[in-house]
């Protein structure tokens, strides 16, 4: 089977979670399926953008083919598919004919052509939260999942959870909608990795909360904030940090209160996109996992602080009950007298830290690409039968 992937999200400023699951997908598809190939493609962008999102996910190491450019900037070329279904995926490439399948690992919708098309759509926040997207990437969300509705065979989502609200609160329809959980990297940070890391990162010398995201208005990190400034410190004057670990997404100003930024001074450290390893061990090292959002369709962070044995502090929304199964502690999304409390039971009892790390891993282990693999690929096998029986 030859899969044409857009692999576009790989290339925004924030690739977040759903970059992870781009890049997992094209690495491991035809490395776990022999036999089967996946053929990337991409909008305009230049060979040094390209060669800094596969250093970045580790593609070039894997022997991930360079991805089919398509000519056309990535506004103008989403833009055209979404309102002209123009250009066609074969337009200019010979490799992009012969496919058997055609994936968008995120809504932004190509013409369907002869070919299947399997979409996947994480979730329904645009439709929940408009407020916490720019007015371009609402309309981009809305017109994609649309798209999505109209043209696709099938529709591919994380959780029950976002599935659930997908089919409430977008045009896509039940039929049509297959769950396949993301997996994990289950690659465990050793001592001497963590101890490293933390020695040139310079946060040796205390314990820390972390929290990884892309900085944008649903992720919620003031709230984080906040409640972390109101912590009083221990009796002998030891205080923990609170390291924020991730790129700038959107609408990103004013989320953090200047006074806690202040107040907390050295104990707040920002640290932006850091590497694979780096963030493995930052996990490891981390007291407590902190993850605040007011929404999400998967949280693939809170599993892979699990995977490390970090306890895990994580709203409780439906996709994150969902996800985390009670291996985690769950506080409501906002509620910052009730995150400080969780927090300071929580770093103030090793026993409950020690009981909600070995249950996250335990929990995470449920997790793998393997799965995922497998399971993308009935999907494409399905859309392949429902195609040819038009």
């Known amino acids: 089977m030859r899969v044409a992937a857009n692999v ?172 396949v959980p993301h997996g994990v990297d289950h690659t465990v940070a050793d001592r001497s990795e963590v101890d490293g890391t933390l020695d040139r990162l310079g946060l040796a010398d205390a314990s820390y909360v972390l929290w990884v995201g892309s900085l944008e208005p649903r992720k919620d990190v003031g709230t984080l904030v906040a409640a972390f400034a109101r912590l009083v410190p221990a009796a002998d004057g030891t205080a923990p940090r609170l390291v924020l670990v991730g790129p700038a997404g959107w609408l990103g100003g004013g989320q953090i209160d200047g006074r806690d930024v202040e107040g907390l001074g050295d104990r707040l450290r920002i640290l932006g996109a850091v590497d694979e390893a780096t963030l493995r061990a930052l996990y490891a090292g981390a007291d407590v996992f902190a993850f605040p959002s007011r929404h999400e369709g998967f949280g693939l962070p809170v599993l892979e602080a699990m995977v490390q044995g970090t306890a895990v502090l994580c709203s409780d929304v439906p996709a994150l009950r969902e996800v985390t199964g009670g291996a985690a502690r769950l506080v409501g999304p906002g509620d910052r007298r009730a995150w400080t409390a969780a927090l300071d039971e929580l770093l103030g009892s090793a026993e409950e830290r020690a009981g909600l790390g070995a249950a996250g891993r335990e929990r995470a ?26």
Do not use: K, N
């Open 8 to 179: 576009e999200q790989l290339l925004f400023r924030a690739p977040g979670g759903s970059g992870r699951y781009t890049a997992r997908l094209v690495e491991l598809f035809p490395q776990l399926t022999p036999g089967d190939e996946v053929v990337p493609f991409c909008a305009r962008h230049s060979d040094e953008e390209i060669t800094a999102a596969y250093r970045f996910f580790g593609l070039d190491r894997a022997g991930v083919p360079r991805p089919v450019r398509l000519g056309l900037p990535r506004p103008l070329l989403y833009e055209s598919w979404h309102w002209l279904g123009l250009p066609p995926l074969d337009w200019r490439s010979e490799a992009l004919a012969d496919v058997d399948l055609v994936h968008a690992p995120y809504p932004a919708v190509p013409p369907r052509g002869h070919r299947p098309l399997v979409v996947t759509v994480h979730d329904a926040a645009f439709a929940l939260f408009p407020e916490t997207y720019p007015r371009r990437g609402r309309h981009f969300h809305q017109r994609g999942v649309a798209m999505a509705a109209r043209r696709a065979d099938l529709i591919i989502t994380a959780t029950r959870a976002s599935a659930e609200e997908i089919v409430e609160h977008t045009p896509v329809t039940a039929d049509r909608l297959r769950v």
């Open 365 to 390: 282990a449920e997790f793998t690409w393997e799965r995922t693999i497998a399971g993308t690929r009935a999907v494409y096998v399905e859309a392949l039968g429902t195609s040819s029986g038009r």
